[in-house]
């Protein structure tokens, strides 16, 4: 198959990415730029769906001249556009939708819908030290933390997820409780770095269960009576608790992550997503999957979060592979979409 250049767009929430990647020989991502709306959301606490669509339309354009302009490429060398389908949020998805769409559709050129959270299982494809299919992966973004057994693109079987709170939706929550600011994840792995090991023990939960699923909500119900056990809290107290919580997680995701690779019969295990970026579950997992020889992936700290690269990559995996492509023309999102069924 000759080589091709492949345009993806993410919008499933608060990130605008543009990216650029080649599918020559080596397989090159040639250009990405990113926005993140975090400072907008930041008064508001949250993400605000309507002021996050708008501000996707606002960002497309511009970062896709700048992308352009990067790679020394034009619109008229692009082969095919891969765009984020779903999961997220309505409108933020249709805003990327329908750039992709409308472009193709004036370029002549065909289209390729991803899953969010294909792409981010697949972005340490783009590392210096990628994985070779197949291999297991821990899916830990926002609202999502599961457990894959990933034999190529587009073959994907759930071995485990989460019941209730995902990882990154507890440590944002946790992080609200503690009195941080949003978004809440980094700025509790922050304050964790200050805590004092073993001085607040919180549980461990599904820790020991007989399957691979994950449950965190009682986590952070955990800290919320803490929090009020000690009506007042100091700094070093809540230091403290936010180690607590982060040796809580981590151990979990630890403990099932090599479990599962152990019952897949695999070597080999990707960590991605945004709390795939936190250090103390980088530091503690490379270190037990290194006694069990086992291999341990991740992408590169700036493809951990939401961005395009990611998705032009599984655009262009997927248009190699012949999984799926189609006319640019109509189209919808689906905010709601099992990473099994893409």
């Keep these: 198959m000759p080589s091709m250049l492949v345009l993806g767009i993410e919008s499933s929430c608060d990130e605008t990415g543009v990216a650029l990647y080649s599918t020559d020989a080596a397989g090159a991502l040639l250009a990405h730029a990113l926005h993140s ?6 008064d508001y606490g949250g993400v605000v769906p309507e002021l996050a669509s708008r501000d996707h339309i606002r960002r497309l354009v511009p970062l896709l001249r700048k992308v352009l302009a990067e790679s020394r490429q034009s619109l008229a060398a692009l082969d095919a556009i891969a765009y984020t389908q779903g ?3 309505a409108g933020a998805l ?16 065909p289209t ?17 030290r990628p994985p070779r299919f197949p291999f297991v992966a821990l899916l830990v973004s926002g609202g999502h933390s599961q457990l894959m057994r990933v034999t190529g693109v587009g073959e994907y079987e759930l071995m485990g997820e989460t019941l209730d709170d995902a990882a990154g939706e507890a440590f944002d929550k946790t992080a609200k409780l503690l009195g941080l600011g949003y978004p809440g994840g980094a700025a509790l792995a922050a304050l964790a770095e200050r805590g004092r ?8 939960p599904m820790l020991k269960s007989a399957d691979l699923d994950f449950s965190f909500s009682g986590l952070k119900t955990a800290v919320l009576i803490k929090v009020r056990e000690l009506a007042s809290v100091s700094e070093q107290q809540r230091a403290d608790i936010a180690r607590g919580f982060q040796d809580a997680i981590v151990e979990v995701l630890v403990s099932k992550a090599l479990r ?64 799926s492509s189609k006319p640019a023309g109509a189209f919808a999102v689906r905010p709601r979409w099992p990473l099994t069924g893409a």
Excluded: W
């Design 37 to 42: 709306q975090v400072e907008m959301h930041a």
């Design 87 to 89: 999961p997220g949020l």
């Design 94 to 109: 249709l805003v990327g939708a329908a750039f992709a769409e409308a472009l193709a559709t004036a370029l002549g050129i």
């Design 112 to 128: 390729v819908p991803v899953h969010h959270l294909e792409g981010h299982l697949l972005s340490p494809l783009l590392s210096s």
């Design 197 to 204: 090991s073993g001085m607040v023990k919180l549980p461990r």
């Design 260 to 323: 599962a690779v152990k019952a897949s019969g695999l070597r080999q295990l990707v960590v991605a997503g945004g709390v795939g970026a936190n250090h103390e579950l980088r530091c503690r997992l490379d270190a037990q999957a290194a006694h069990a020889r086992i291999a341990v992936f991740y992408p590169e700290l700036e493809f951990c979060t939401d961005n395009g690269a990611m998705i032009a990559l599984a655009g262009a995996l997927r248009l190699q592979a012949g999984v």
